[in-house]
């Protein structure tokens, strides 16, 4: 499974039409699945261009995280096993696999169209595509508690059936964000 890397700007200048994608491609290999759940592989793919620049534009670039994900009940987790970020995909700590009935959001540029709000929502999008694939409905999981602490929210769009679509997660004193979009091979 494939994502590539978009850098996002003005996160709430509304349209959301300030991003780019940087040419570096996330590769999630899976590993084994054992009771402990399955154990997924995330890297930057070596042809990446931020293997050549110079400037960093993406934490721990060269870091392979390896990491036990988990289903329980109607949740994924992942395993962290320290209190640092591993985890190039996943920005929140949880996401729940719910059809979410909240009110429908729309795909804008690089972010949704969900006000700025310092809480969590679960919401839903439709009519949607990404890289020549149509999703009818997604789920959207806004996770902007830690926004209230001047921390990072983050956004996690997904389908049953596809499985993460697009992962961000982004600063309001930055106005800045970088998020992963599922390519298709």
Same mark, same amino acid.
């Given at each position: 499974?494939?994502?590539?890397?978009?850098?996002?700007?003005?996160?709430?200048?509304?349209?959301?039409? %300030?991003? *780019?994608?940087?040419?570096? =491609?996330?590769?999630?290999?899976?590993?084994?699945?054992?009771? #402990? $759940?399955?154990?997924?592989?995330?890297?930057?793919?070596?042809? &990446?261009? !931020? !293997? #050549?620049?110079?400037?960093?534009?993406?934490?721990?670039?060269?870091?392979?995280?390896?990491?036990?994900?988990?289903?329980?009940?109607?949740?994924?987790?992942?395993?962290?096993?320290?209190?640092?970020?591993?985890?190039?995909?996943?920005?929140?700590?949880?996401?729940?696999? &719910?059809?979410?009935?909240?009110?429908?959001?729309?795909?804008?540029? +690089?972010?949704?169209?969900?006000?700025? &709000?310092?809480?969590? #929502?679960?919401?839903? =999008?439709?009519?949607?595509?990404?890289?020549?694939?149509?999703?009818?409905?997604? &789920?959207?999981?806004?996770?902007?508690?830690?926004? $209230?602490?001047?921390?990072?929210?983050? *956004?996690?769009?997904?389908?049953?059936?596809? $499985?993460?679509?697009?992962?961000?997660?982004?600063?309001?004193? =930055?106005? =800045?964000?970088?998020? +992963?979009?599922?390519?298709? %091979?």
């Amino acid at each position: 499974m494939y994502f590539s890397l978009l850098r996002g700007k003005d996160y709430n200048a509304g349209d959301g039409s %300030e991003f *780019t994608y940087s040419g570096d =491609t996330l590769e999630l290999e899976i590993l084994e699945t054992t009771d #402990a $759940g399955t154990l997924i592989s995330e890297r930057i793919t070596p042809g &990446s261009n !931020m !293997m #050549a620049e110079s400037t960093t534009y993406y934490r721990n670039k060269d870091s392979v995280y390896t990491n036990y994900w988990r289903i329980e009940g109607d949740s994924l987790f992942v395993a962290i096993p320290g209190p640092l970020p591993t985890s190039h995909l996943l920005f929140a700590p949880r996401l729940k696999f &719910s059809d979410y009935t909240e009110p429908e959001v729309e795909m804008v540029g +690089w972010r949704t169209s969900y006000d700025y &709000s310092e809480s969590d #929502a679960q919401l839903y =999008t439709t009519d949607y595509s990404l890289f020549g694939m149509h999703y009818d409905t997604l &789920s959207v999981y806004i996770h902007n508690s830690p926004m $209230g602490f001047d921390a990072f929210g983050s *956004t996690t769009v997904y389908d049953r059936e596809a $499985g993460i679509v697009r992962s961000s997660t982004y600063g309001w004193w =930055t106005q =800045t964000g970088i998020g +992963w979009d599922r390519i298709y %091979e």
